[in-house]
C-alpha cells in the first residue's frame, strides 16, 4: 500500500488548482454567502481536540445560523446529548470549519475560522427558539469562506426523491442502541427517543 505523506506526494496525483478556484477564495462573507446561510437550515461542525477530529450535525429553522457582520457568525447549540464533543474541542482548540446545505442547492458553502464559547444572555436571547435560549454559541470569526461546486451532490443524488431511502430498510435508533449495549429493550428505547423529539428538542 503506498500511503501518501506530504503535500509534493499529493501533487503528484493531483493537478494544481486552476487560478479560479483560489480566487474564489475568501476571507470575509459577501453577499452570496450571507444569502446561502440564510436559507440554510443545516450545517455540519468540524472540530478537532485531544482525541482527534469531530463532525457534528447542527439543524433548526432557515437562518438559525446568525450573521452579525462580514467577519463573525453565531451558532446557537440546541439541545442533544450532552456529550458536548464540539465544545469540549473548541474548549482546547479554537479552529472550526462549517460545511452549511440548502436543500434543493447542489453547491454547498464552507466556512473556516476560529470558534470561542459565549453564555451572555444579550448574546443568547436573539437565538431563542421555541421560547427557549440555547445554553451557549459558538461565536465564529471567519477566516476563509468559499462556495464548493455540486460535483459530490450530483453524484449521491441527494436530493433527488428517488434517492429517499424507505425507513424499513435501516433498524430504528432504538434498536441500533438495544443492540450495540445490553440490557436495553429495544421498543423502550424508541418510545423514550420519540418523546424526546415531541418534547425535547429545544
Known amino acids: 500500500m503506498i500511503v501518501l505523506s506530504s503535500e509534493s506526494d499529493l501533487r503528484g496525483c493531483y493537478d494544481q488548482p486552476s487560478d479560479l ?12 454567502a450571507k444569502a446561502f446561510i440564510a436559507l440554510s437550515p443545516f450545517v455540519v461542525l468540524a472540530t478537532h481536540g485531544p482525541d482527534g477530529a469531530d463532525a457534528s450535525p447542527r439543524g433548526d429553522a432557515p437562518g438559525f445560523v446568525q450573521v452579525i457582520d462580514d467577519a463573525t457568525l453565531l451558532l446557537p447549540d440546541r439541545r442533544g446529548n450532552n456529550l458536548i464533543d464540539s465544545l469540549r474541542n473548541v ?23 476560529r470558534a470561542e464559547i459565549v453564555t451572555d444572555a444579550a448574546v443568547l436571547a436573539p437565538l431563542a427558539a421555541q421560547g427557549k435560549m440555547p445554553a451557549s454559541a459558538l461565536k465564529i470569526a471567519v477566516r476563509e469562506v468559499f462556495f464548493h461546486c455540486g460535483k459530490a451532490m450530483i453524484r449521491s443524488g441527494l436530493w433527488r426523491p428517488e434517492s429517499r431511502v424507505p425507513r424499513d430498510a435501516f433498524p430504528t ?3 441500533v442502541i438495544a443492540d450495540q449495549v445490553g440490557g436495553l429493550d429495544a ?16
Open 21 to 32: 478556484v483560489q480566487k474564489k477564495i475568501l476571507p470575509r462573507l459577501d453577499k452570496h
Open 187 to 202: 421498543d423502550a428505547a424508541d418510545a423514550n427517543l420519540e418523546e424526546s423529539y415531541r418534547t425535547r428538542l429545544y
Open 173 to 175: 435508533l432504538g434498536r
Open 91 to 113: 474548549a482546547q482548540s479554537a479552529d472550526v470549519g462549517l460545511l452549511f446545505l440548502v436543500p434543493g442547492i447542489n453547491e454547498s458553502l464552507r466556512v473556516n475560522g
